[in-house]
């Protein structure tokens, strides 16, 4: 008996390690949003660009990539060039400027090819606050009308674009 | 070229490191001199080898080489020397080149200051030394090249070291914190020889007892060294967010306390034995296991590390291997224990005991905290995230035990203390703590029941631990020749438990009386915030070598009389464009005042934060103290005498 007693460091290994292994495969980050099905929440807003205030109507039409960044966030600068790439390719998209300044809002998008149809400038953070945000970038699939049905948090790449919110936002479209 | 030298020179270790493993461990199953001797040249060459390998990356950061890809994303000719220098350890590749050469440099040690271990047991523990290394070396080989080069097409100019990272608290936080990470794989090969030999006796013990300590100071210096930066450079005011990747650094940290005091069991009377090497191989496992989670990105952390599955892989793999082979070892081979144990209840083992149970508890609560999302959503149970208030709840409980313990350890004795005399011995402190409990919320002008609470403990550590010393150092001829009388070890235990104590006040003090306020300063308006009067005497443009910032002049007063002018930041680096906040500070022995800009509201007006950190700098005192007593107790004499003592002569642990 005392010599099985030895054992239990061993055998609670061997219950940890498929944990980690099952845990190498997701992903942390892909957090689900209790707003998930629900329309994007009120706000009204001025634009990066413009003093001009706009609401939810604003976004609605077309299948839409919301993106939440701001110029303080490291990871929106390694992120940017592939909101470029995709804006290229046809994929509308509409920032918001997350608890930011807007000269600096301005001229990051002057500096790195502005990708989007238009940024919401959320310098308080209320539109952040009513997502649950938690912390930029972050992207939100929506559709035509309006409705969230992905939220993506972290930065979207090509593995990210190729292998979840790409084959979301054809769905979408082809509907 | 010179990269591929570099390259190249990693290949060599990787070569070395693996003939470290082989050679010594079948000379030491052959009984073949030569070969088990084989093992001091082998940690030799690999030291060389990855020194070699360390230092071209240094030329490589030193003279801009950006067509090497980690340079390239790590640094910018506008960054001065010393942060190109500490950019090396700045990222992912680099980190774990230093970690490998610290490895190699701890081996390397072993093999110079190890002299007196029977040298079967020396090149067991080399060999062991040398898989740690073979493993850590492939994975930087396999997954993580450093001197991974872009070409043709190398950019002219670097992506720049993150502006978090370009600040003097870094240059010395990894490097402090992987000594003791490393640090702890000696005390683990100790371990894993011992086993290997089947000879458990005290004497393995007193070897390691040192390397054991050393680590433990080192990782207490880089744990506060990281919290204190955090405070300074995050600027959110906190010292401590319960942050996964601070998880994995204190797990480590809480078994290395157990280890280093079940050692003196272990070493003084024989017992725990099986024990003491448990704690061993789960310090050094724990290690690992924070270097998994950190490095594979299977939880969110606020450390960003460039993760990527194939390494968490790789690591995993590895962590298998090494803790599934050691503690099947352990499982076979550590001694079981047939007779009863031969210590009364109250006693010191059984204190000791008691500090190794809980701190053990307190370590499972963090890693089951670090580890639940992680499993959670594993075994699709959902998301979650566990915060600071699950980690304070469970934590605090445990520890305020162990501090009423540890008031009365040092008065007591091996085999069997009397009770009723130890009682008497500490009331005289007791009441003392209550007192200063009643008396400090009350004199900060803020009483609260939990307040008094923590004084108490604090002061119980410290005023128990210094009566002790009081009463030790009677001597006949006086006082003074009673204290130096005193073992180096005995000084070294005082200094870590006032440590403890120190921090503990610190700790409790700041969470309760820290304040802050949010306020609009406008150019030449004084604001009052905790009895200080600040006044924004002018905002400026200033250039750093690789930033502008806006800078506000902030002139601190109390009754008309300047006391300090602040120059906090908002920093805008060039190359990422990224903003960053500096705090300005004035620095106090109990409180710490810090401003830090906040938004921009017109021309003539910011938004700012203003912290009025009461106590702050008692956590980092008392850290750096625990580290002092460590050295203390490391160069102790009784260490340095150079035979192999097997039965040491009863005195202080």
């Not at chain 2, 990747?245 to 157990?258: D, K, Q, R």
Request: proline fraction near 5%; glycine fraction near 8%.
């Amino acid at each position: 008996m005392g010599r099985l007693k030895l054992f239990l460091p061993l055998i609670v290994l061997l219950i940890l390690l498929p944990l980690f292994y099952v845990g190498l495969r997701l992903d942390p980050s892909a957090m689900p949003s209790a707003l998930i099905g629900n329309p994007l929440p009120g706000f009204s807003l001025s634009t990066v660009e413009s003093e001009e205030v706009v609401g939810p109507e604003a976004v609605t039409g077309e299948v839409t990539l919301l993106n939440v960044w701001a110029t303080w966030c490291f990871a929106c600068k390694a992120e940017h060039p592939y909101l470029n790439k995709l804006a290229g390719e046809g994929i509308r998209i509409i920032g918001v400027n997350y608890k930011d300044e807007r000269t600096a809002a301005q001229e990051w998008l002057r500096d790195l090819h502005n990708p989007y149809e238009f940024s919401l400038y959320d310098n308080e953070g209320r539109l952040g606050l009513e997502l649950g945000v938690t912390g930029a970038p972050e992207t939100y699939l929506l559709d035509r009308d309006g409705i969230i049905h992905y939220r993506h948090i972290g930065v979207v790449n090509d593995k990210v674009w190729n292998e979840v919110l790409g084959p979301k936002y054809r769905e979408l479209q082809g509907e | 070229m010179i990269p591929e030298l570099g390259h190249f020179a990693l290949i060599l270790s990787l070569a070395l490191s693996a003939a470290l493993f082989v050679v010594p461990l079948w000379g030491a199953y052959r009984l073949s001199q030569p070969l088990m001797l084989a093992g001091r040249s082998l940690a030799a060459g690999q030291l060389l080898m990855v020194t070699v390998a360390f230092v071209i990356l240094g030329w490589a950061f030193l003279h801009d080489d950006f067509s090497v890809s980690y340079v390239a994303n790590h640094s910018n000719s506008l960054m001065p020397v010393y942060y190109k220098l500490s950019a090396i350890w700045g990222g992912h590749e680099g980190s774990l080149l230093l970690w490998i050469l610290m490895l190699s440099g701890w081996t390397f040690a072993i093999a110079i200051f190890s002299r007196s271990l029977p040298l079967d047991m020396q090149a067991r523990v080399l060999a062991v030394m040398g898989f740690v290394a073979t493993g850590f070396l492939m994975f930087i080989l396999f997954t993580s090249n450093p001197f991974d080069r872009i070409l043709p097409l190398s950019p002219q100019e670097g992506a720049d070291l993150n502006p978090l990272l370009q600040d003097p608290g870094l240059i010395f936080h990894p490097p402090l914190l992987y000594m003791g990470y490393v640090g702890f794989s000696s005390v683990f090969a100790f371990a894993i020889a011992a086993l290997l030999t089947g000879k458990l006796d005290t004497a393995w013990a007193r070897w390691s007892r040192p390397w054991a300590t050393v680590a433990w100071a080192f990782l207490t210096l880089g744990l506060a060294l990281g919290s204190w930066w955090a405070y300074y450079e995050l600027g959110w005011g906190g010292w401590w967010f319960w942050d996964p990747v601070e998880n994995a650094a204190f797990m480590p940290w809480l078994v290395g306390t157990a280890l280093i005091h079940s050692l003196a069991v272990t070493e003084k009377r024989g017992l725990f034995k099986s024990w003491t090497i448990l704690l061993a191989i789960f310090a050094f496992s724990l290690s690992l296991l924070g270097t998994f989670l950190v490095r594979s990105g299977v939880l969110t952390s606020v450390h960003a590390f460039a993760n990527d599955p194939d390494r968490g892989l790789f690591i995993l793999v590895f962590l298998a291997v090494v803790v599934g082979a050691s503690l099947l070892l352990f499982a076979l081979r550590a001694p079981v224990i047939k007779n009863a144990p031969s210590f009364n209840l109250l006693s010191r083992e059984t204190l000791l005991l008691a500090n190794n149970i809980l701190l053990m508890i307190a370590m499972i609560t963090v890693l089951f905290g670090t580890l639940f999302p992680l499993v959670a959503d594993a075994l699709k149970l959902g998301k979650y995230s566990v915060g600071a208030p699950y980690f304070n709840l469970t934590f605090i409980p445990f520890m305020t035990i162990i501090c009423l313990l540890m008031g009365i350890a040092p008065e007591s004795r091996w085999k069997r203390t009397n009770g009723s005399p130890l009682a008497k011995v500490v009331s005289g402190p007791a009441v003392l703590s209550l007192a200063l409990g009643i008396a400090v919320p009350i004199l900060l002008g803020d009483f609260a029941f939990s307040m008094v609470l923590a004084v108490f403990i604090g002061s119980w550590v410290g005023l128990t631990t210094l009566w002790d010393l009081w009463r030790k150092s009677q001597n006949s001829q006086g006082r003074w020749v009673g204290l130096r009388k005193l073992s180096l070890s005995y000084w070294g235990m005082i200094i870590a438990h006032c440590g403890i104590a120190v921090s503990v006040l610190g700790v409790c003090l700041n969470s309760h009386y820290a304040d802050m306020d949010k306020v609009r300063m406008d150019v030449g308006q004084p604001v009052t915030v905790a009895g200080y009067q600040f006044t924004l005497e002018k905002l400026e443009q200033v250039r750093g070598p690789n930033y502008m910032a806006d800078q506000a002049v902030v002139v601190m007063s109390k009754d008309d009389r300047v006391l300090r002018v602040l120059k906090p930041q908002k920093r805008r680096y060039f190359a990422s464009g990224q903003i960053m906040t500096e705090v300005a500070l004035d620095p106090g022995f109990t409180r710490d005042v810090y401003v830090a800009m906040g938004d921009k509201i017109n021309a003539q007006s910011w938004a700012m934060r203003i912290h009025y950190m009461r106590f702050v700098r008692w956590i980092w005192l008392g850290a750096l103290m625990m580290a002092l007593g460590g050295m203390f107790a490391v160069i102790d004499k009784r260490y340095r005498k150079r035979k192999s003592a097997a039965s040491p002569t009863p005195q202080e642990a």
